[in-house]
T-cell receptor, first 115, second 112 residues
Framework: KAGVTQTPRYLIKTRGQQVTLSCSPI?????VSWYQQTPGQGLQFLFE???????NKGNFPGRFSGRQFSNSRSEMNVSTLELGDSALYLC??????????????FGEGSRLTVL | QKEVEQDPGPLSVPEGAIVSLNCTYS??????FMWYRQYSRKGPELLMY????GNKEDGRFTAQVDKSSKYISLFIRDSQPSDSATYLC????????????FGQGTILTVHP
C-alpha cells in the first residue's frame, strides 16, 4: 500500500511569489491534514479536510489556503511568500476507522525555502 | 506559553541505556496522547498512543499519562543506535481527527 505522497519535495521561491503544494493520501483515507514544521515553532497545525470540506483551521494568516478534491487529494497554497514561510510542510492522512486514534500517516514533506 | 512543552534536548545516551522523554501540557481538554518518532528527512510516524490516564507498553517502549499532573512520558529500554531520532509528543481533544498539538520534539542520539 503506497504511503502519503507529497510533491514537490524541495522548492525555492522568492519573497512575494506564491506556491502550491500537493498531497496524495493513502488510498481509502478521506481525511487530510497539513502541518508546518520549523526549528523554532515545531509542528503547527494548518488545516484539515474531510470529504472536500475544511473541518478545522489553525492560527495562520489568510495567505495560507487549501482545498481537497473528490479523490481526497489535497493541495495547499501560500500566496505572497515571506521569509518566515520557509519550512517543511507536512501532509498527513487518516482513515478515521475506529474513532480518534490519533494515527496520522505523514508524508515526507515539501521543504520550501523562501529567498 | 505553549499548550505543550517538551525539552528539545539534545539528549545523548550510550547504547543500552534507559531513556526518559517527557511533556507537560496546559489544556485540560486533551484526552488522546501520542508519541511520534521522526527520522532525519522523514515524516513523523506514530510510535505509541494512549487514551486518558494510564500506562501502555509495546516492546521496549512504555508510555505513561498522568492527567492530574498534565504530564506524559515515554520510556525506551535497552536503547539502540537505531532509536536515534526526534521524538515528538502530540495531543488531541478528540474533537478533530486531524488536529494534533505537538511538542517541540526531543532530539535523541544513542551512541554505540
Amino acid at each position: 500500500k503506497a504511503g502519503v505522497t507529497q510533491t514537490p519535495r524541495y522548492l525555492i521561491k522568492t519573497r512575494g511569489q506564491q506556491v502550491t503544494l500537493s498531497c496524495s493520501p493513502i488510498s481509502g483515507h478521506r481525511s487530510v491534514s497539513w502541518y508546518q514544521q520549523t526549528p523554532g515553532q515545531g509542528l503547527q497545525f494548518l488545516f484539515e479536510y474531510f470529504s472536500e470540506t475544511q473541518r478545522n483551521k489553525g492560527n495562520f494568516p489568510g495567505r495560507f489556503s487549501g482545498r481537497q478534491f473528490s479523490n481526497s487529494r489535497s493541495e495547499m497554497n501560500v500566496s505572497t511568500l515571506e521569509l518566515g514561510d520557509s519550512a517543511l510542510y507536512l501532509c498527513a492522512s487518516s482513515s478515521l476507522a475506529g474513532g480518534n486514534t490519533g494515527e496520522l500517516f505523514f508524508g515526507e514533506g515539501s521543504r520550501l525555502t523562501v529567498l | 506559553q505553549k499548550e505543550v512543552e517538551q525539552d528539545p534536548g539534545p539528549l545523548s545516551v550510550p547504547e543500552g541505556a534507559i531513556v526518559s522523554l517527557n511533556c507537560t501540557y496546559s489544556n485540560s481538554a486533551f484526552q488522546y496522547f501520542m508519541w511520534y518518532r521522526q527520522y532525519s528527512r522523514k515524516g513523523p510516524e506514530l510510535l505509541m498512543y494512549t487514551y486518558s490516564s494510564g500506562n501502555k507498553e509495546d516492546g521496549r517502549f512504555t508510555a505513561q499519562v498522568d492527567k492530574s499532573s498534565k504530564y506524559i512520558s515515554l520510556f525506551i529500554r535497552d536503547s539502540q543506535p537505531s532509536d536515534s531520532a526526534t521524538y515528538l509528543c502530540a495531543m488531541s481533544s478528540g474533537t478533530s481527527y486531524g488536529k494534533l498539538t505537538f511538542g517541540q520534539g526531543t532530539i535523541l542520539t544513542v551512541h554505540p
